[in-house]
Nanobody
Framework: QVQLVESGGGLVQAGGSLRLACAAS????????MGWFRQAPGKEREFVAG????????YYADSVKGRFTISRDNAKNTMYLQMNSLKPEDTAVYYC???????????????????WGQGTQVTVSL
């Protein structure tokens, strides 16, 4: 089992920045590929960014490329999402997720992730 806890959400004006963190506990974090997803009201959950277990490969949705950066610190069992140049359309609940199989690849499909955090609200105002 893996427990995931997100933090860092909040209210920010358009053009501002936030840094989300996802703290993991339980099974070994360093061999799990991870992802960030988000869900806006009335919309389906969507992939935002993913990072492989070693941190060597990262993946982004087109809507956030160039603005968001995913990273991880395996020594601290923590994953991050640095969000810059935020837009009102980035408003959503952000979730971190972990794939269950060790050394798995990143997937854009949320059904491939076995562990989820409780989510953190990000609200971007005009």
């Amino acid at each position: 089992q893996v427990q995931l806890v997100e933090s860092g959400g909040g209210l920010v004006q358009a053009g501002g920045s936030l840094r989300l963190a996802c703290a993991a506990s339980g099974r070994s974090f360093s061999n799990l590929s991870m992802g960030w997803f988000r869900q806006a009201p009335g919309k389906e959950r969507e992939f935002v960014a993913g990072i492989t277990w070693g941190g060597g490969n990262t993946y982004y949705a087109d809507s956030v490329k160039g603005r968001f950066t995913i990273s991880r610190d395996n020594a601290k069992n923590t994953m991050y999402l640095q969000m810059n140049s935020l837009k009102p359309e980035d408003t959503a609940v952000y979730y971190c997720a972990a794939r269950g199989g060790p050394y798995s690849s990143v997937s854009y499909n949320d059904s491939r992730y076995d562990y989820w955090g409780q989510g953190t609200q990000v609200t971007v105002s005009l």
